[in-house]
């Protein structure tokens, strides 16, 4: 009896022991358990099938889960040491290719670019590296600058080992530097063309709406670039109100003016404003003007017609008397 009793208190004070452990373990879960197994189950698959990009997909989707020793004792420290040196391995290999950047995340199918395999190790200088030889190759390509741009978004520093704390990433002020004398650049291109294009202002009323839509869309892209820089799109918009002015000059400004309304409304001035309101106040006073010359024309045409109708009808009832009727 006494055998039985000391048991039984045993299998009691086992059993307060262990319940809140497993309580407390959130490894311990059936959900948790099954999860852990399954990423072990593809860890292993990935590593035996030699795939590097879906290897390294595997390495950074079991980071932070402390489930995994449990069933793999070295599944943790194979991820921690494989993913710098096979993120790097992966990015020389699409740096090479010439795929310097894609703003589609990493992926296990081999088109991941060399930006985001940096980006995902934390190489941020690498990572800047490739950006600006993407954004050199195509030095029009308004997104990928602006990517290129706001690159630090998201970015952070490694957390300090003594106090935890975080603090964001900045690039170093030459990146940027590169990046504002490539925008000015391609600005200057762009006003540039936009001369060439102006110069059909000159021209037919049709001339002017041609070289209109040509030389806008070229100040509009250029000042889109210029934001970018400290002086922002002045100089755009500056020339804009100057191309309005020269076609509210014009003699035939009448079938042009709405030509120069477009320049105005995209200089956005104060100045500017007073124009658009000046030049549609003129639209309105000749559209007003035309439609009373339009019913003088009109009127004249009605006097004239009715007085060839009495003609017509005198010269009948002249014949009909000469002939009898």
């Known amino acids: 009896m006494r055998t039985v009793r000391i048991l039984s208190g045993a299998l009691l004070l086992l059993t307060v022991t262990v319940s809140p452990v497993r309580a407390d373990d959130p490894c311990l879960g059936d959900e948790e358990e099954k999860s852990a197994k399954a990423a072990v189950a593809a860890l292993t698959k990935a590593e035996q099938a030699g795939r590097p990009a879906e290897l390294f997909v595997a390495y950074r989707s079991i980071l932070g889960n402390e489930c995994l020793d449990r069933y793999d004792k070295t599944a943790l420290s194979r991820a921690k040491t494989g ?3 096979l993120g790097r391995d992966l990015a020389k290999a699409a740096e090479a290719k ?7 995340p ?8 060399a930006f985001g395999y940096f980006e995902a190790i934390g190489d941020y200088a690498e990572a800047n590296r ?14 990928l600058f602006t990517a290129a741009w706001g690159v ?4 952070w520093v490694v957390p300090d080992q003594k106090t935890g704390e975080r603090q964001p990433y900045v690039s170093p002020q030459a990146y940027r530097q ?3 004398k490539l925008a000015s650049s391609t600005a200057d291109r762009l006003m540039k063309a936009e001369e060439q294009d102006a110069k059909g202002l000159s021209g037919s009323a049709i001339e002017v709406a041609a070289a209109t839509t040509k030389s806008l869309e070229k100040l509009r892209t250029a000042a ?9 799109d002045k100089a755009a918009r500056e020339r804009a109100e100057q191309r309005g002015d020269a ?18 409304e995209f200089a956005g001035s104060s100045k500017a404003k007073d124009k658009v309101a000046q030049v549609k106040k003129k639209m309105e006073e000749s559209s007003r003007a035309l439609e009373k010359s339009g019913e003088k024309v009109k009127g004249a045409f009605t006097e004239q017609s009715q007085a060839e109708q009495k003609k017509f009808d005198k010269k009948k009832a002249d014949l009909e008397k000469e002939l009898g009727f």
């Not at 010439?98 to 589609?104: E, I, K, V």
């Not at 630090?152 to 970015?155: A, F, K, N």
């Not at 035939?252 to 120069?260: I, L, V």
């Open 83 to 85: 993913v710098p040196k």
């Open 98 to 104: 010439g795929l310097f950047y894609s703003a589609d």
């Open 106 to 113: 990493v992926r296990g199918d081999g088109k991941t670019s």
């Open 130 to 143: 490739v950006m600006m030889k993407a954004v050199q190759a195509k030095p029009d390509d308004l997104a």
């Open 152 to 155: 630090d978004e998201g970015r």
């Open 178 to 180: 590169e990046l504002l």
């Open 224 to 232: 889109e670039w210029m934001k970018f820089s400290q002086a922002g």
């Open 247 to 264: 076609i509210a000059s014009r003699p035939d400004s009448t079938f042009t003016q709405a030509n120069a309304v477009m320049y105005y």
